[in-house]
T-cell receptor
Framework: DAGITQSPRHKVTETGTPVTLRCHQT?????MYWYRQDPGHGLRLIHY???????DKGEVSDGYSVSRSKTEDFLLTLESATSSQTSVYFC????????????FGPGTRLLVL | GESVGLHLPTLSVQEGDNSIINCAYS??????FIWYKQESGKGPQFIID?????DKRQGQRVTVLLNKTVKHLSLQIAATQPGDSAVYFC?????????FGTGTSLTVIP
């Protein structure tokens, strides 16, 4: 699991409230990613980070912001949650070692009522 | 954006048979391709990768084939076991971004 944890693992919230999801890694990887996974869609990139304070948008970034103030933590914030943001959110790190891959966290299930 | 698709949404195989899962991709400039396995309620798990300058790569019970002419990727699982039941999806890597297919659900029949 490359030392990736996500918190919370489950959350129910109401429309219009802010929500912050946390991704924590223990192996000092430079690249971190946030995805959402919905039925009928592949994993879709929300934002990614290529270093402390360095982030970039993915294909579905509207309504989301991220922050990375230290290497091990990558935060995803829904400024004002909407029902369309009900999803499973996965954090991942990129490992550019012998194998080019991403390792994923266990996911956060978010329900916006 | 990128388009990564899978030919079949579901696949059922008998235990012990070989499984073949296919994937089409759209960007001929992609650097790497990866196959992932995702079990219910869990995050995707890396299976095997292949660089764009390769045609074939073998792992433990798995083989990935890359046909760049037709932009096609396949995952072959030998002697499929019940523990192989999961959703499998491919991903292509272009620069810093990964693009994922929607997945094929593999069911292994004992």
């Amino acid at each position: 699991d490359a030392g990736i944890t996500q918190s919370p693992r489950h959350k129910v919230t109401e429309t219009g409230t802010p929500v912050t999801l946390r991704c924590h890694q223990t192996e000092n990887h430079r690249y971190m990613y946030w995805y959402r996974q919905d039925p009928g869609h592949g994993l879709r990139l929300i934002h990614y980070s290529y270093g402390v304070k360095d982030t970039d948008k993915g294909e579905v970034s509207d309504g989301y912001s991220v922050s990375r103030s230290k290497t091990e933590d990558f935060l995803l914030t829904l400024e004002s949650a909407t029902s369309s943001q009900t999803s499973v959110y996965f954090c991942a790190i990129r490992d550019r070692g012998p194998q080019e891959t991403q390792y994923f966290g266990p996911g956060t299930r978010l329900l916006v009522l | 954006g990128e388009s990564v698709g899978l030919h079949l949404p579901t696949l059922s195989v008998q235990e012990g048979d070989n499984s073949i899962i296919n994937c089409a991709y759209s960007n001929s400039a992609s650097d790497y391709f990866i196959w992932y396995k995702q079990e219910s309620g869990k995050g995707p798990q890396f299976i095997i990768d292949i660089r764009s300058n390769m045609d074939k790569r073998q792992g433990q019970r798995v083989t990935v084939l890359l046909n760049k002419t037709v932009k096609h990727l396949s995952l072959q699982i030998a002697a499929t076991q019940p523990g192989d039941s999961a959703v499998y999806f491919c991903a292509e890597i272009t620069g810093n971004q990964f693009y994922f297919g929607t997945g094929t659900s593999l069911t292994v029949i004992p």
